[in-house]
């Protein structure tokens, strides 16, 4: 079990080195949350301390503007620069056309604003994270939603199919608690023939803030395996060895 953890490890940071690559001197990037992003906020500032370069950061979480500080990333905000070079971000599930799910570590919300606003979202993830079609395993969509509509939301969302559970705190009694200051509803809706279509309903719901899934949205994502790392774009796969 340890070995089998520690080569996950690996992957994840196989992956996030190769995406850090893509950052320049001068840009602005948006700096996701998990443990897969973490490496590359890490590398990010040895970068900046080895070579220099002048990089702002754009968190999409508490936890990811302690680690920048931490790691000597000056921070910056949207309303200074509304325009983001890259985001470099992690993923709970990546399927063949690159759609993803993520929120998982609770901050899809931030996530996905700040993916917006960039010129470029790479994806870092290991290999367990790749799958046919989003949803296997019985794999949840988080849902952040306002908590005065948390309890019809979970009604309606149970009328249209899905099976919903209110995210509880490990930490303390009650529900986790967003950097928004919302809930979050997991959501299994089995295997996920159409994303595109399931986020733009869920989107109708009154109280949905916003989902976990990503359509459309990653232009590169970077899959770390024991022979190297793994590059996918829209059209084209290409292995990377060490």
Same mark, same amino acid.
């Given at each position: 079990?340890?070995?089998e +953890?520690?080569?996950?490890?690996?992957?994840?940071?196989?992956?996030?080195?190769?995406?850090?690559?893509?950052? %320049?001197?001068?840009?602005?990037?948006?700096?996701?949350?998990?443990?897969?992003?973490?490496?590359? *906020?890490?590398?990010?500032?040895?970068?900046?301390? #080895? @070579?220099?370069?002048?990089?702002?950061?754009?968190?999409?979480?508490? #936890?990811?503007?302690?680690?920048?500080?931490?790691?000597?990333?000056?921070?910056?905000?949207?309303?200074?620069?509304? %325009?983001?070079?890259?985001t470099?971000?992690?993923?709970? #599930?990546?399927?063949?056309?690159?759609?993803?799910?993520?929120?998982?570590?609770?901050?899809?919300?931030? @996530?996905?604003?700040?993916?917006?606003?960039?010129? +470029?979202?790479? !994806?870092?993830?290991?290999?367990? +994270? /790749?799958?046919? !079609?989003?949803?296997?395993?019985?794999?949840?969509?988080?849902? @952040?939603?306002?908590?005065?509509?948390?309890?019809?939301?979970?009604?309606? *969302?149970?009328?249209?199919? $899905? %099976?919903?559970?209110?995210?509880?705190?490990?930490? +303390?009694?009650?529900?986790?608690?967003?950097?928004?200051?919302?809930? *979050?509803?997991?959501?299994?809706?089995?295997?996920? #023939?159409?994303?595109? @279509?399931?986020?733009?309903?869920?989107?109708?719901?009154? $109280?949905?803030?916003?989902?976990?899934?990503?359509?459309?949205?990653?232009?590169?994502?970077?899959?770390? /395996?024991?022979?190297g790392?793994?590059?996918?774009?829209?059209?084209?796969?290409?292995?990377? %060895?060490?």
């Amino acid at each position: 079990m340890k070995l089998e +953890k520690e080569r996950i490890e690996e992957e994840k940071k196989k992956a996030a080195l190769e995406a850090v690559k893509h950052v %320049k001197d001068g840009f602005v990037v948006g700096l996701g949350s998990g443990s897969t992003a973490a490496y590359a *906020i890490k590398e990010i500032g040895k970068r900046i301390r #080895q @070579e220099e370069i002048r990089v702002l950061g754009i968190p999409t979480s508490y #936890q990811a503007f302690l680690l920048a500080v931490q790691c000597g990333i000056p921070i910056t905000t949207l309303e200074e620069h509304p %325009k983001v070079d890259l985001t470099i971000d992690g993923a709970d #599930q990546i399927d063949r056309e690159l759609n993803l799910i993520k929120g998982m570590g609770g901050a899809l919300a931030r @996530e996905k604003i700040v993916a917006f606003a960039s010129e +470029k979202l790479i !994806i870092v993830a290991d290999e367990s +994270k /790749k799958v046919e !079609i989003l949803g296997e395993n019985n794999h949840p969509v988080p849902i @952040e939603v306002l908590p005065f509509a948390a309890a019809i939301l979970m009604h309606k *969302i149970r009328e249209y199919g $899905g %099976k919903p559970t209110l995210r509880e705190g490990s930490g +303390k009694v009650g529900p986790v608690i967003t950097d928004n200051g919302n809930v *979050i509803i997991d959501v299994d809706f089995g295997l996920i #023939q159409s994303p595109a @279509e399931l986020e733009n309903e869920l989107k109708r719901f009154p $109280g949905v803030v916003e989902t976990g899934l990503f359509v459309g949205m990653a232009d590169i994502v970077y899959i770390g /395996k024991r022979s190297g790392v793994e590059e996918l774009t829209r059209n084209r796969k290409v292995e990377k %060895k060490n």
